[in-house]
Structure formats: structure tokens, C-alpha cells
């Protein structure tokens, strides 16, 4: 491990020295940004630097929510936007508690049984990945099961798998991604690029939705995107969620995969050929097909409550009225914290993954504070457990400390530049919505410009924290390094990438390296600043593309 050097006079430091509590320190007003307007200091290397220097210490034990190192973290978070002049936004604090629960499915009481038309005993993890869907000492759910296609919902699309059909008290068996464009329809459901609809989770919203019993997602490799194992690292283990609101739909008994294989020879024997079934998934007319198979299942949980804490700080705009609207600015401070150990080393930093976009966030937000206010106000999150599902972000989006219908548009940073300058940017969403066109635009003087996204089949807008703000309807983007870096030879910025991939994501090795050419990092962050402002000033809201699956919160009319 590099040594790490700590901020000078740190206050996480102090508070860790004498074991303060951390709530002490936290919902004391800002210092008045009025005497810093004259002269505010730009953006520098050794700024972020010193942020994530401090973020990625060992100290913090890798960042993980409900641990001594999101106490810190938080902590540290919260001093800095005080120290910047940030306001604090969830009144009166920085802080905004988000809890979480966690459920474990315990594999020794696991039972899927299928009888009717089918008898067999599917085994866990080989046939199926199973977990509850919600925080409950045992689920359990039989009932038959019922093939819904895609178990989609799209009306932009034209599209429902489910018609009229109730399949309430059901047990659905869906197919993992969107349907195929089929010919004459090449931009049906994104074409190429993955939409919300083919994710996993939106799956098991529409099941709950349908008032489904439970719900299995069938695994290909090739439509997922990942092997079966990456199905059993990432499910067979405890799930963390956010507490169950009772307005919801009643939740899914469970949730859960099945190999395409046990799927197969599960249907086989109720007389249905799974490999017809895709096919008649593919068409509009597509029906619900009962199978005549029970499926029964039960199992025990483990189940455990805890609490961590999204950081929020406001800097208020200048103008009567659009101070009253917001451009919302996040990014996760949340990694993986201990874990197991690899040659040695049992603490998974998260330099990269996110100290790095967390570093940016503060400089950006210093400088803000520190700057004649905008118009409109502009709201900083830095969000916990991203890792463990946008919980995070969700929530805040859920419960936001004002209301959605006045949030301009999100800017989201999830990892730093740390390797250079570049003449691109990668951002996440560009083609959903207005925010890709003015970004476009706005950089294009620099000489630089967006590069498409190189996978857009693997679905990745919908896997960081922008994407909770695109649900409830606030345009949203994720702005990155882009790939081409200066004075390096083409194709140097992906391999790298595929070097960071291969060997230090979601690693102990993703540390802090005093090598890095932060360069990059404030080339980024300046970017974010500049379009930061630019909205701020603005009087003109981003809008969602036509074919987007998102739209605008509407404000209700008063009464």
C-alpha cells in the first residue's frame, strides 16, 4: 500500500482522535461566502489531489455505508462544504440518514419445487439464483407460472407484453433484455443501445406492478451481457434495499434467475418449446401463455437495519424567482469497504471508484460557493450506496429536499479523469435528452467533442446515480473522460480502460498513485463548472427526447 498523506489540520482527523460524535459537527451554518467573491481560486491539481488523497486513504477503510468509514467520510463531506461556504440543504444539515435493509437468503432452507405439468426440483445456485423481495424472515410464494415475453410495458413503443391478461397471484417467466427491432422497426426499443425496459430491475417493477407472486428472469449469456457466475456473485449473497414503502404495489414474493437450460427442460415437460416462445415474444401480438407448471417457493432470511447518509449542500441563486429552481449536481462517496484479501491487502479504496469523481464534485462546488451566486440555485449530492444498487441516489430521488418538479437537470460524475487531458468526453445519456445537444455544443469551441458510447447495448446509463433522476423525470446525464488523450497514440485510452477493468475495478489495487496526471481531472471538472453555470443562467429547461422512456414531472394544480 502507498503511503497516504492526510489533509493538514483535517477535522475527520480530529473528530476520529477524540471519537466526537459525528452528529455534533454537522448542522452548523456555513461561513458567509461574501469576502470570497474577489478573488476565487481556480481549480488546481493539487486541490484535487488533496481531496482524493484523503478519500481513498486507508483511514476511510474503503468507504462502505453503514461502517466507521462512512462516518468519516460524511464527516469529512460536510466540513468541507461548510469551509466552501455551501449551504446545507436538508433542514437545517448536510445530512440527509437514508436507511438500509439487508436480507440474506439462506441456501440451507431453500426449496423451488416445480409439479402440475412439470415435476422437478431446481436447484440453487446451479438452475436458479433466488432472494426476497422485501425484508422479511421468510418468502415464500405458489403459484403457476405464467411466460410473459419481455414482461414489458413500453406504450411509447406501442408495446405490452401483457395486454389484458391477469396475471395477478402469478408466478411470471421473463426474458432478460429488450425485444429484438425486428425488420421495418430498426429504432423499436433503442435499436441497438439497451432501454430501461431490457434491465433487470425494471423487470421485477413491472411484475410488482401486474401484482405478480414472484418473478424469474431467464439467463443467456449473450442477452445479458455476463456469464452465469456473474449471476451467482452478484445474487447469491445478501441484497441490500431500501425500506419498503407501503403505498407500493404489495411486493413480489421473490425475485430471481433461472438458466436458460433448467428453463428449457422445465417447459419441456409441460409440452412448451421455450425457443417458440422467444420467437412469439418478439411480435406486438404477443399474449401471456400459461405453462400449467406450480412452482413452489420458500426459504428463511436473515434480516438487518442499518443507516447511512446521502451529504447535500445548496448554493442559492440570485434571481427572485428561478432561485426557486435547481440544477442538481451528484456523485457517489460510497465504496466497497473490507473485504477479501488479495495478495495482502483487504481494503478495497476506491480511488477511482469514486474518490475521484467525489474530489471533482468538491472543487466544483468550492469554486461555486465562492463565485457570484447564478440565477438559479444549484444543489450538490454526494450519495451513498451506489454500490450496492443507486440505493443512494433512489432515495434522495424519492425524497428529495425540493420538489422534482423544480429540479432543472442533473449532472452526474461517477470517476475522475486521472491520466491526462483529452479532446473527448463519454456522457451517459446524451442522446435521451436536450442536456447531450447543449453539451455538445458547449465544448465544441474547446475543440473537443461527445463520442458515442462504445457498448450502448450493455445499458449503462441506467447503472449510476443519474438514472434515479431520470425516473422520477428530471433530464439527466453522466459526464466522463473521454477515450482520446493528449500526446498519447489512438486506442491508448481504451486499453487503459480495459487494463482498469481487468485488473483493479471493485479491487484493493484501485488505490491512490501520486503519478496520476490530474491535468485531466481539472480539465474535467472545469467542463462540469462552465455547463454547470451555463444551466444556471439559463432561462430555458432541458427537455426528454420523443422516444425517451422518461417525462417531466408535472406539478400538481393547487387547489
Known amino acids: 500500500m502507498p503511503r497516504v498523506l492526510l489533509p493538514r489540520c483535517s477535522r475527520v482527523a480530529r473528530v476520529a482522535a477524540l471519537r466526537l460524535p459525528v452528529a455534533l459537527t454537522l448542522a452548523v451554518a456555513p461561513l458567509a461566502p461574501s469576502a470570497l467573491h474577489a478573488q476565487v481560486r481556480p481549480i488546481s491539481a493539487a486541490e484535487i489531489d488533496g481531496y482524493l488523497r484523503f478519500l481513498s486513504s486507508d483511514l476511510l477503510e474503503g468507504r462502505a455505508p453503514a461502517t466507521r468509514g462512512d462516518k468519516l467520510t460524511v464527516e469529512y463531506l460536510a466540513s468541507q462544504l461548510r469551509a466552501f461556504g455551501v449551504e446545507p440543504a436538508v433542514n437545517g444539515s448536510y445530512i440527509q440518514k437514508v436507511p438500509i435493509d439487508i ?57 405490452s407484453d401483457f395486454k389484458d391478461v391477469d396475471v395477478k397471484g402469478k408466478i411470471l417467466l421473463v426474458l432478460v433484455n429488450d425485444p429484438p427491432a425486428p425488420i421495418g422497426e430498426p429504432k423499436l426499443f433503442g435499436g441497438r443501445a439497451m432501454t430501461y425496459y431490457g ?19 431467464v439467463h443467456t449469456t449473450e442477452r445479458a451481457g455476463y456469464p452465469w457466475h456473474t449471476v451467482t456473485g452478484s445474487w447469491a449473497k445478501e441484497q441490500r434495499i431500501l425500506p419498503r414503502d407501503p403505498k407500493l404495489p404489495a411486493p413480489l414474493g421473490f425475485r430471481g434467475w433461472i438458466t436458460d437450460s433448467a428453463a428449457t427442460a422445465m417447459l419441456a415437460q409441460a409440452g412448451l418449446d421455450l425457443a417458440a416462445l422467444r420467437q412469439q415474444a418478439e411480435s406486438r401480438a404477443f399474449r401471456p401463455v400459461p405453462t400449467g407448471i406450480t412452482l413452489d417457493v420458500a426459504f428463511r432470511n436473515t434480516v438487518s ?44 479504496n476506491g480511488a477511482l471508484d469514486n474518490a475521484s469523481g467525489t474530489a471533482n464534485l468538491l472543487a466544483v462546488a468550492r469554486v461555486l460557493a465562492q463565485s457570484p451566486a447564478p440565477p438559479r440555485s444549484i444543489l450538490f449530492s454526494f450519495v451513498t450506496a451506489e454500490e450496492s444498487g443507486l440505493l443512494g441516489s433512489t432515495y434522495f430521488a424519492e425524497n ?20 491526462g487531458r483529452t479532446r473527448d468526453l463519454n456522457v451517459l445519456g446524451d442522446t435521451k435528452s436536450s442536456l447531450g ?12 467533442r461527445i463520442t458515442p458510447e462504445e457498448f450502448p447495448e ?29 500526446g498519447r497514440p489512438k486506442g491508448w485510452g481504451t486499453k487503459q480502460g480495459e487494463d482498469y477493468t481487468a485488473h483493479r475495478y471493485h479491487q484493493p489495487t484501485d488505490e491512490y498513485r501520486a503519478d496520476w496526471d490530474l491535468r485531466g481531472a481539472v480539465q474535467l471538472s472545469n467542463i462540469v463548472l462552465s455547463f454547470t453555470r451555463s444551466l444556471a443562467g439559463s432561462t430555458a429547461w432541458p427537455t426528454w427526447n420523443k422516444d425517451a422512456e422518461f417525462q417531466r414531472p408535472v406539478k400538481k394544480p393547487t387547489m
Open 103 to 159: 436480507i440474506d437468503a439462506q441456501p440451507a432452507t431453500m426449496r423451488v419445487q416445480a409439479t402440475g405439468k412439470a415435476a422437478a426440483r431446481l436447484r440453487y445456485p446451479e438452475d436458479v439464483v433466488i432472494w426476497g423481495g422485501s425484508a422479511v424472515p421468510q418468502s415464500a410464494a405458489k403459484a403457476e407460472i405464467v411466460f410473459a415475453g419481455y414482461g414489458a410495458v413500453a406504450p411509447e413503443y406501442g408495446w
Open 199 to 217: 434491465r433487470w430491475p425494471y423487470k421485477f417493477e413491472e411484475a410488482e406492478r401486474q401484482g405478480a407472486a414472484g418473478a424469474l428472469i
Open 305 to 348: 437495519h442499518l443507516e447511512s447518509a446521502n451529504v447535500v449542500g445548496l448554493v442559492r441563486g440570485q434571481h427572485p424567482a428561478r432561485r426557486n429552481e435547481y440544477v442538481v449536481m451528484s456523485t457517489h462517496w460510497d465504496h466497497l469497504g473490507i473485504g477479501p484479501k488479495v495478495n495482502g491487502d483487504s481494503i478495497y
Open 400 to 419: 428529495p429536499p425540493v420538489p422534482a418538479v423544480s429540479m432543472v437537470a442533473n449532472l452526474n460524475m461517477d470517476g475522475g479523469n486521472v491520466l
Open 437 to 448: 445537444p447543449q453539451l455538445s455544443a458547449f465544448i465544441r469551441p474547446q475543440g473537443m
Open 458 to 486: 450493455r445499458g449503462s446509463f441506467y447503472r449510476s446515480d443519474h438514472f434515479a433522476f431520470a425516473k422520477i423525470g428530471v433530464p439527466s446525464v453522466s459526464i466522463g473522460e473521454g477515450n482520446e488523450y493528449e
